[in-house]
């Protein structure tokens, strides 16, 4: 549990940004894709999101607009902005390459045995 | 997506608090729902959403910080942009406006101007700090005699206070003014100088620029005699040559080391000298050659540092009470007074910087009103552009903040030209009215004047912007679309307000007209005073026998009976004569003893004592009243007589025969002199002061080794100068002459502080007078403008042009008699503020007010004429037309 929060943590921003690059979302709407897209990676402790949404709309990549939602109840929406996707595709590129290489690295024989 | 929130352009603090509250209400209601549409019972439900969102407390107050950061960041953003805008908007105003802009400006560059002028001379002659290391905790020490009179210590008693002060004061050092001919280095030439106590220099801080200051052992009058001199003497004499330590100069005679070289800074100069303005060029040990100085000989001035934390009320105290033990019934020892330093050097001048510096802000305010008025009528014109922006939703601050905004730009475009004024007021000051006031010199307009001229500028924009800005914020939305907008409804009472202003200009600029009357009486009284002598055509110089030289009475007399007899005979000289001390100047007086009388020791009789030449009473054609003028019979050796004034005779032998009567200037020391003739009174103090009783001495009969030289003659003073210069260089080229002036100079100067006051007081009146008829001229003219239509329609009734000017000014005298009435009462209640600046003339002098009111409405009436003359050429068509 603690280990899937942990994570989390450096990658949460980068989830919220994906979660967005669809249109608009409400904090209740990003946290249910985050649970399908990840199997419930959250768990508890989702409210989490809440904090990082606000840090991404205080650095510009997310505006949040009061809106209707679906049950016609006041939610408030955030959207990407234009600096919120050119920061979306520069994390996605460098967590891939991260993760390719600690993917290689899981795979890769020991020094010696290479020689 | 709805559209954005409507609250959103004015959310509140408040609202960052609730926005967060109901975002994660939203996320735990839905998630309940969901969990609820799988069958859980509703608590079930919310136990399981609350488990899945985490610690809620915690999470809000995390997002909450995030929230108000973001929204003070857009507070301040917004703040700024409405600035931005509010001042954008301004200078597009001042620009739109180029006539109005132009008469704003120049009202408030004179108003603020003249009161930089006036800080600048305030913060350089009295707000600064004296320009000496550690100068506040300096004190001048001064005597007080019986009659309660400060005057300075004479050289046994300097011994004594140097050891008894110990106790509150961390140092005493004292000097004395003194003057030596430089002779051997070209021509010869009267040095002013000081004799300073060798821990002066430490103790004010002044190094030296060259060499090396005085050792304590100088002081001994067996150590080497030495000298410093002062870099502008070094520059002058010697080309700025650094070998000139070391060189040997001859002073009076006398070979001097010079050993120091002290640089031509402020802290230089010596706090008498800062006051008056006296240079010195050289500096020599109190030696001890002046210690055999006669007890009763004062003219030693003594400074003191205060031991720190000592308070400046401990220092008289202590010392009046050392005195106090230290006295004895054949010696006492007078008390002394402690007072700051800067208070001594700053000296009277207060009061009448006070005085200036209130004109001067009665001057601001008139300017601020005018412009208030301006902007008033304008806001008259302006009411359709306020109505639609209140219309369009201006809050009634943005339009207050607005129009404030563009009262600051306004009043520091005033501030900008006011600066320029001000280079110019403070360069007419100093060359054209010659003032001269402690330290004048070193006012300027610098960095702390031009901060204090910002911050004024802004203030007064605030002070003549509120009033309009409040107004036209009342903006009313309907004004800018319905008929009214013509402005006739709601302007009666910005129109009463207007003339409340003027009212108010009107009775300022009475009282400076009132304040400027005074004092020019009081320059004119003092010009006219009776003098006791005719002050024109005559030259005056000092001409002081070195020691060295002239060392007895003998040879002193015999250089200046000769120089009076080859200057009688000069080409051009009508008289010569010669004096000890010159009229108006005042000298050194002295207790009398008179044959047959005794005193109590307060109500000793007192005296000017002037030493002169038998022919200096005819030199100056002072009238002899009673017996005779001195004879040439009247030498050494002779019968010792002395001639006395009016006041001696009135005051000191009231009702008696004052001629063939026995008195002794030296207060009963020596033989006693006959009173030969009673001389009509000269101006033997001060020209506002009352006529001292005094005595005149003739030469011939004492010791004396420096006279003035006063030469009466019917051509120009530069050439008598020339006569005077050469006969005493032809009998001694080691001679200088100091001091060389005229007596119309030394009158002149006895007027200078009547004169500076008188002009520049009436150049703030006339400058108030001016701008009080602007004010009145404007809103008279304003008003005769919006009656177009009245008038054209009592013009079309039959009305003749006589009444509507009658009509016209009836208007304008309303105001005038209310502001007249109004400052008159101020000018009777403050008047008596300024009576010590006065002489000749009380403070409610009715002429004066007389004359200011008359000058003041004359004045106003003339600016009521051109706007009454508008109103008689009224059209009676221009009525119909307008409608």
Redesign the interface.
């Known amino acids: 549990m603690t280990a899937s929060i942990d994570i989390l943590r450096g990658t949460l921003d980068l989830l919220l940004l994906k979660a967005l690059s669809w249109g ?1 979302r ?3 709407d990003i ?1 249910r894709w985050i649970e399908f897209a990840t199997a419930d990676v959250l ?6 999101l ?2 990082a949404l ?2 991404l ?2 650095k510009g990549w997310v505006v949040a ?5 679906e049950r016609n ?5 955030y959207s990407l902005t234009m600096s919120g996707r050119a920061q979306l595709k520069a994390e996605k590129q460098n967590w891939t390459r991260y993760a390719q290489a600690v993917f290689s690295a899981l795979e890769a024989p020991s020094l010696a045995e290479s020689r | 997506m709805s559209a954005s929130d409507p609250r959103r352009g004015i959310r509140r603090a408040a609202d960052v608090e609730a926005e967060v509250d109901e975002e994660l209400r939203f996320h735990l209601d839905m998630r309940r729902e969901e969990y609820e549409a799988t069958g859980a019972p509703a608590d079930e439900a919310g136990r399981r959403a609350l488990r899945k969102f985490g610690d809620v407390s915690f999470i809000r107050a995390q997002t909450l910080t995030i929230d108000q950061r973001l929204y003070r960041r857009a507070a301040r953003a917004e703040t700024m942009s409405a600035l931005v805008q509010d001042v954008r908007y301004a200078l597009r105003t001042v620009r739109l406006t180029p006539g109005f802009t132009a008469v704003a400006t120049l009202t408030l560059a004179l108003g603020i101007g003249v009161t930089t002028v006036m800080f600048s001379v305030v913060d350089g002659v009295l707000l600064r700090p004296l320009p000496y290391a550690s100068a506040d905790r300096l004190v001048s020490l001064s005597e007080i005699q019986e009659t309660g009179a400060e005057i300075p210590a004479s050289f046994p008693e300097y011994l004594l206070w140097k050891e008894q002060s110990r106790s509150v004061l961390a140092d005493l050092g004292a000097w004395f003014q003194a003057q030596m001919p430089l002779s051997g280095v070209g021509e010869a030439e009267m040095l002013p100088g000081e004799r300073i106590s060798v821990n002066l220099p430490a103790m004010l801080g002044i190094t030296p620029l060259l060499g090396r200051t005085f050792r304590p052992e100088e002081e001994s009058e067996s150590a080497e005699p030495v000298v410093m001199i002062s870099e502008g003497l070094w520059r002058r004499r010697f080309a700025s040559d650094s070998a000139v330590i070391g060189r040997v100069l001859t002073l009076a005679g006398r070979p001097f080391t010079v050993i120091g070289v002290f640089p031509a800074t402020l802290r230089s100069r010596l706090p008498n000298e800062l006051a008056s303005g006296r240079r010195t060029d050289y500096w020599m040990p109190l030696r001890a050659t002046t210690r055999t100085a006669p007890a009763g000989l004062h003219f030693m001035y003594m400074i003191g540092q205060l031991k720190p934390g000592t308070p400046i009320e401990d220092v008289s105290a202590r010392l009046n009470l050392v005195a106090k033990q230290l006295s004895t019934e054949d010696n006492p020892v007078h008390g002394l007074r402690a007072t700051p330093t800067a208070t001594r050097v700053a000296g009277s001048t207060r009061d009448m910087l006070g005085m200036l510096v209130a004109s001067v802000a009665i001057l601001l305010l008139i300017a601020c009103a005018n412009v208030a008025n301006l902007l008033l009528a304008r806001a008259a014109a302006r009411t359709r552009e306020f109505g639609i922006r209140v219309a369009l939703g201006a809050s009634r601050a943005r339009m207050v903040n607005q129009l404030l905004a563009e009262s600051v730009v306004r009043a520091l475009l005033g501030g900008v030209l006011g600066v320029a004024l001000a280079y110019g007021g403070v360069w007419a000051m100093r060359h054209g009215l010659k003032v001269r006031l402690p330290r004048f010199e070193t006012v300027t307009i610098d960095e702390r004047v031009l901060a204090f001229t910002l911050l004024l500028s802004v203030l007064v924009g605030l002070v003549f912007g509120v009033a309009p800005a409040l107004g036209a914020a009342r903006g009313d939305p309907k004004m800018a679309l319905g008929d009214a907008a013509r402005g006739v409804f709601g302007s009666v009472r910005r129109d009463r307000f207007r003339r409340l202003l003027v009212a108010g200009e009107v009775a300022l600029s009475f009282v400076l007209l009132v304040a400027a009357g005074l004092l020019l009486r009081t320059f004119e009284r003092v010009l006219s005073v009776p003098l006791g002598f005719e002050s024109q055509n005559v030259v005056t110089a000092m001409v002081a026998l070195p020691y060295s030289r002239y060392p007895d009475s003998t040879r002193q007399r015999a250089f200046f009976s000769e120089l009076l007899s080859r200057m009688e005979a000069a080409p051009g000289v009508d008289a010569v004569g010669m004096t000890s001390s010159l009229p108006i100047e005042g000298g050194t007086n002295g207790g009398v003893a008179i044959e047959g009388k005794t005193y109590p020791p307060e109500q000793q009789p007192m005296a000017e004592k002037r030493i002169v030449s038998a022919g200096y009473l005819r030199a100056m054609q002072a009238r002899v009243v009673r017996g005779r003028a001195f004879e040439p019979g009247d030498v050494s050796g002779g019968a010792p007589v002395v001639m006395v004034n009016e006041s001696f005779a009135r005051k000191h032998l009231p009702g008696e025969e004052a001629v063939g009567k026995r008195v002794d200037f030296q207060w009963g020391t020596q033989e006693m002199q006959t009173i030969v003739g009673v001389v009509a009174d000269m101006r033997e103090g001060a020209l506002r002061d009352d006529i001292p009783p005094a005595m005149y001495i003739p030469f011939t009969q004492r010791s004396v080794d420096a006279l003035y030289v006063v030469v009466r003659g019917a051509v120009p003073s530069p050439q008598l100068t020339t006569i005077v210069r050469e006969t005493v260089g032809s009998m001694d080229p080691n001679i200088a002459l100091a001091e060389v002036r005229t007596i119309d100079d030394i009158l002149a100067n006895g007027v200078a502080t009547e004169r500076v006051t008188a002009s520049l007081l009436g150049t703030f009146a006339g400058l108030a007078l001016l701008l009080a008829a602007v004010g009145l001229y404007g809103v008279i003219s304003y008003s005769v403008a919006q009656r177009t239509q009245e008038l054209g329609l009592r013009a079309a009734l039959g009305a003749r042009q006589s009444d509507l000017m009658a009509l016209v000014f009836r208007q304008g005298t309303g105001v005038l008699v209310a502001g007249l009435v109004v400052g008159a009462l101020g000018a009777f209640g403050l008047s008596g503020l300024i009576a010590n600046q006065l002489y000749g003339v009380g403070p409610r002098d009715p002429a004066t007010f007389a004359i200011a009111g008359a000058l003041l409405a004359f004045v106003a009436l003339a600016a009521t004429f051109v706007p009454a003359l508008r109103a008689t050429r009224s059209d009676p068509l221009q009525a119909l037309r307008a409608e």
């Open positions: 608009p409400h904090g209740y946290a768990d508890v402790g989702e409210g989490t809440y904090p606000h840090r709309e205080e607009e009061w809106g209707a939602s109840r006041r939610a408030k929406y």
